[in-house]
């Protein structure tokens, strides 16, 4: 039942025009970086001789990559995500999924699977890049597969979110606008915090910051925990939420 | 036109005290009728009367505040997934995805509802040829016209070939020739399942339905056969006119008359019990006393006149 209602989400996205665009201009737009950073990786070749535990191309040219396609990703997740339950709800079609034989949890999961599925496909088009890269240079791959671990758990993270809110209106605008601006709450709530006890929880609660050891190639079960833990509750939510609109009417 | 309805006596749901507010209105308010096998109830009320409400809770999508629903046999709150599986619902809105085909949105909802692949295909062709919908599996749902997207609606709610089907307004928006053409074919269901239909149009429940339930501020004030509905027509009065007439108390005397109305002109109304026929005796005073009758008309209320009677709670309709 999760797959069929997958499929169908799924389905829905590759046929809609938005998404296409957003996956062109985010493409665009990181190839540009891309580029750039390619570049200067040429020229600062010959200083990097130089040094003895120079750092690859890894670290300066995917690695940063990564940390752009974060941003990305924080661009990219309202905007696909804002259709999945308010537009349903706008539409009256939330009735069919209602009034079908069908969990309210099998129902959360299967949109969010569907939108999580184009979410990874886009990871891994921004994966294509670096790839080429191996034409003429030796990658890491440890650091390459943390890097997109990384990306993919920040984009389950981003999709949860982006789930629950758009379960909370019918207004798909108001649900990307609400999203976006709940996403970069999380990404610079570590912003400006000095020391002590209160600045490290804000900087535990930092969405990009739990990226950062991954893009060195460091896996922690502490970063791909909070990840997931972030997910689980925001599908928890829209569960409780899809439970609570039977009740609300 | 009645529908030869096959009646097994077997109940496909039972409501109970069923009820619930919106806000500060009471919208459904301890509603409690059963469904049985080969019957087509009729849900008559005007707009806001709870119609909607009670059929959305029927159909799982609104929560009741108290009360129980029986759909098959399972208890819809505790067993709500073999519960919705024994319904078909229509909401008012037939709930289509715009940009999806015909059939995209038919094998959607028959997955949805558990059937494989091969059962969708199966179950779609024969809803398609029963719908009319053979020629418009291709076409995107935004793009099909109101009467057609109705159509997908109620072949969407057959797919899983459920016992109950919940349809609301199921001729709204429709033009005449596509009304009946829904009516027919709602008829045709109703042999083998049990049909809730609400709408707002009388002729619409005397050309469909078996069963009759009017709603009025979240409250059934009638229930029973469609006859029924039809006796209380024709227990309404008689006019009579007189060259001659007595005085009212006289005529008010005569047996199984309720009430008298002078219409003056020597004409009166004569209100008689349900089913009472007090012609004869009233020809039989009249020639005795003298009277000179010259009309002797039975009047019928008419069932629109028994509904506005029944929802607005007027005590004559005149």
């Known amino acids: 039942m999760i797959r069929v209602i997958a499929a169908r989400e799924l389905r829905g996205l590759f046929l809609s025009p938005l998404a296409w665009t957003l996956l062109a201009v985010t493409e665009a737009l990181l190839a540009w970086i891309f580029l750039i950073l390619v570049n200067d990786f040429q020229n600062a070749r010959g200083r990097l001789a130089a040094l003895e535990h120079a750092p690859g191309v890894t670290d300066l040219v995917v690695a940063p990559l990564f940390r752009v396609a974060a941003w990305a990703l924080l661009l990219l997740a309202p905007l696909l995500t804002m259709r999945l339950f308010s537009e349903e709800q706008r539409t009256g079609t939330l009735d069919l999924l209602l009034s079908a034989p069908v969990r309210a949890s099998q129902i959360v999961l299967g949109k969010y699977l569907g939108v999580l599925t184009f979410l990874l496909s886009a990871v891994a088009l921004m994966a294509l890049m670096p790839l080429t890269l191996m034409a003429g240079a030796t990658l890491d791959g440890g650091k390459l597969l943390a890097g997109l671990l990384g990306l993919s758990l920040l984009a389950a993270s981003c999709a949860a979110a982006g789930l629950y809110l758009s379960s909370l209106t019918a207004q798909p605008i108001v649900a990307a606008t609400a999203t976006f601006g709940l996403l970069l709450a999380f990404w610079i709530v570590d912003v400006g915090a000095g020391r002590g006890t209160a600045s490290e929880l804000f900087g535990y609660l930092s969405l990009p910051r739990h990226n950062d050891a991954l893009l060195l190639g460091l896996v922690r079960s502490e970063d791909v925990a909070y990840y997931l833990l972030f997910s689980v509750a925001f599908l928890g939510l829209t569960i409780r939420r899809l439970d609570n609109l039977r009740l609300r009417g | ?318």
């Open chain 2, 1 to 318: 036109m009645l529908v030869e309805s096959v009646m097994t006596g077997e109940t496909l749901v039972a409501v109970e005290r069923l009820s619930r507010r919106h806000g500060q209105t009471q919208a459904v308010d301890a509603v409690s009728f059963t469904l049985e096998r080969g019957q087509i109830l009729g849900f008559l009320g005007l707009n806001g009367a709870g119609k909607s409400t009670t059929m959305r809770m029927l159909a799982g999508v609104l929560a009741p505040d108290a009360g129980r629903i029986l759909i098959d046999g399972a208890d819809l709150l505790d067993q709500p997934r073999r519960a919705k599986q024994a319904i078909g619902y229509l909401p008012e809105q037939p709930p289509l995805y715009r940009e999806s085909t015909v059939d995209e949105q038919l094998c959607y909802s028959a997955r949805l509802h558990g059937l494989d692949r091969a059962a969708s295909h199966r179950a779609m062709a024969q809803v398609k040829a029963r719908c009319g919908l053979a020629n418009v599996g291709q076409r995107l749902t935004g793009n099909l016209s109101k009467g057609y997207r109705q159509r997908v609606g109620i072949a969407q709610a057959l797919l899983h070939d459920p016992p109950v089907l919940i349809l609301d307004e199921p001729t709204a928006g429709l033009d005449p020739v596509q009304a009946r053409e829904i009516r027919a074919l709602i008829r045709e269901l109703g042999r083998e399942r049990g049909v809730i239909l609400s709408t707002h149009l009388l002729p619409e429940v005397q050309a469909t339905c078996s069963h009759v339930q009017i709603m009025q501020s979240g409250r059934l004030v009638f229930a029973g056969a469609l006859a029924e509905l039809q006796q209380r027509r024709q227990s309404a009065c008689l006019r009579i006119g007189l060259n001659a007439p007595p005085p009212v108390v006289e005529l008010a005397r005569l047996p199984t008359i309720t009430r008298v109305e002078n219409l003056g002109g020597g004409q009166f109304r004569l209100h008689h019990a349900a089913g009472a026929a007090p012609a004869r005796a009233l020809l039989d005073q009249a020639h005795v006393g003298g009277w000179d009758l010259w009309e002797l008309t039975p009047e019928r209320a008419s069932l629109e006149q028994i509904f506005v009677e029944l929802t607005l709670g007027w005590e004559t309709a005149e």
